[in-house]
Nanobody, 123 residues
Framework: QLQLVESGGGSAQPGGTLRLTCIAS????????IAWFRQAPGKEREAVVC????????YYEDSVKGRFTTSRDNSKKTAYLQMKSLKPEDTAVYYC????????????????WGQGTQVTVSS
C-alpha cells in the first residue's frame, strides 16, 4: 500500500506564502504522478496541479498559475506545493493524491490520498 501524509497548512494573510509538503511511504514509485486537489467549504473537490515524474507541471486551475509551484524529490518520496501571493479564494482543505502514472483532473483516477491540510487566507 501507499500512504500519503500532508503538512504545512495554516493561516496566512492575503499576499502571503505557504509551502505544503506531501510525504509518501510504502509502495510509492517514481513513475507515479503526484496531484494536488483542494476543497473549499460547500464546494466539490477540484484539481489544482499535477506533476509527473518527468515533465512540467500541469495546471488545472487557472487562478493559481504564476502563484503556485509544485516540485518533487523522489529520493525523499516527497512533493511540495509552494503557494505565494495567496488570496482569500485559496482558502480550502488541500490534498495530495497519487497512485497513477498519469495526471488527471478526475479525483477518481487516484487511489491514494493524504488526510488533507487546512489553508486559510484572511485578513
Amino acid at each position: 500500500q501507499l500512504q500519503l501524509v500532508e503538512s504545512g497548512g495554516g493561516s496566512a494573510q492575503p499576499g502571503g506564502t505557504l509551502r505544503l509538503t506531501c510525504i509518501a511511504s510504502g509502495h510509492f514509485f517514481d513513475y507515479y504522478s503526484i496531484a494536488w486537489f483542494r476543497q473549499a467549504p460547500g464546494k466539490e473537490r477540484e484539481a489544482v496541479v499535477c506533476l509527473r515524474d518527468i515533465g512540467g507541471a500541469i495546471y488545472y486551475e487557472d487562478s493559481v498559475k504564476g502563484r503556485f509551484t509544485t516540485s518533487r524529490d523522489n529520493s525523499k518520496k516527497t512533493a511540495y506545493l509552494q503557494m505565494k501571493s495567496l488570496k482569500p479564494e485559496d482558502t480550502a482543505v488541500y490534498y495530495c493524491a497519487s497512485g497513477n502514472y498519469q495526471c488527471s483532473p478526475n479525483r477518481f483516477d487516484y487511489d491514494y490520498w493524504g488526510q488533507g491540510t487546512q489553508v486559510t487566507v484572511s485578513s
